[in-house]
């Protein structure tokens, strides 16, 4: 998840939807307009859409030298929602062994989304769930990636029930039990309680600018558990972490509500050469007076790859 303030001074600055096609799926995407520069890809997290992420925080990106896109992942956004596998918890979903689809099909979207872009090769950053799928798209396709920042994230070897030390469980029973009308009336009063939910203590919590985008975006995301579960179930077989050869940025916010501060830990430790930041007062988001920092980061690890 991302912050929120300012986001109506942000609206109408992204492209129309396209999609890129990975065999039957269809991907969801945007680019920031009149970005330019080196390629960054943004990845979002559970089962919700790339509207979560703020164009403020992308034409931060885009002022310090990036050509900024963003797409839905499979099950989210305007992208293919998958077949029905019947299961609506999450949790549970963390303890199967095969899912309706592979985080291998996952991180090959991203790399259709490239494709369709025109990107031989990009810098990526995931947030939450998207951390991780980032942390796996350099693993599979090496290549087609430049550096990577996982924010958020718990490492991408914690498959099955191996992540649920990671996890915070309050705050996602708390929206669990969060009782909202069918329809856009109740996704949007789902998405303002989950912005609430991750927002950072030390920030003030502008509830004007949520609604502004998540009335003009309403997302389902938040209420739609089967896809989380998809997403969640999605069985990894590629390399183990430790073989990450990027420059790597990992973030966390040491009130993350979500994910202890030791996911960011333990992926920074399994990867060689990586930089932890851990952002004081700052929770499963990452606040509007922080994205200047946060860019400033994200560009000296693009030229540490450049020099790499």
């Known amino acids: 998840m991302t912050g929120t303030a300012g986001a109506g001074q942000w609206a109408s600055t992204w492209t129309p939807t396209q999609f890129a096609k990975h065999g039957t799926v269809e991907i969801a995407y945007d680019r920031l307009a009149g970005s330019e520069g080196d390629p960054l890809l943004l990845v979002m997290g559970l089962a919700v859409s790339r509207f979560w992420w703020p164009a403020g925080l992308a034409q931060a990106f885009a002022d310090r ?8 992942q499979r099950d989210a956004g ?18 199967r062994k095969r899912g309706a689809y592979s985080s291998e099909d996952m991180t090959d979207d991203a790399v259709a989304v490239l494709d369709a872009l025109g990107w031989e090769r990009a810098h990526i950053f995931g947030a939450s769930l998207g951390g991780i799928i980032a942390q796996r798209i350099a693993l599979r396709h090496p290549d087609r990636v430049l550096s990577v920042v996982s924010a958020m994230a718990m490492p991408s070897d914690a498959v099955g029930i191996k992540g649920g030390r990671y996890v915070r469980p309050g705050t996602l029973a708390r929206l669990s039990r969060i009782k909202v009308p069918e329809g856009r009336d109740g996704d949007i009063q789902l998405s303002l309680a989950l912005a609430r939910e991750v927002a950072s203590p030390a920030y003030p919590f502008n509830e004007d600018a949520a609604r502004e985008w998540i009335e003009r975006e309403a997302d389902t995301g938040p209420r739609d558990t089967k896809a989380q579960s998809r997403q969640v179930g999605a069985p990894w077989h590629g390399p183990k972490l430790r073989e990450l050869c990027k420059p790597v940025l990992v973030l966390h916010g040491d009130q993350d509500p979500i994910l202890r501060v030791s996911a960011a830990r ?20 990452l606040p509007a007076p922080l994205w200047p920092v946060i860019a400033q980061e994200v560009r000296q690890l693009a030229d540490q790859a450049r020099t790499a």
């Open 266 to 285: 333990a992926t920074a430790k399994a990867i060689d050469g990586a930089r932890l930041v851990v952002l004081p007062g700052v929770g499963h988001d």
């Open 65 to 72: 030298g990036f050509a900024v896109a963003r797409y839905d």
């Open 78 to 95: 305007e992208s293919t929602r998958m077949p029905d596998t019947g299961s609506s918890n999450p949790f549970a979903a963390l303890a």
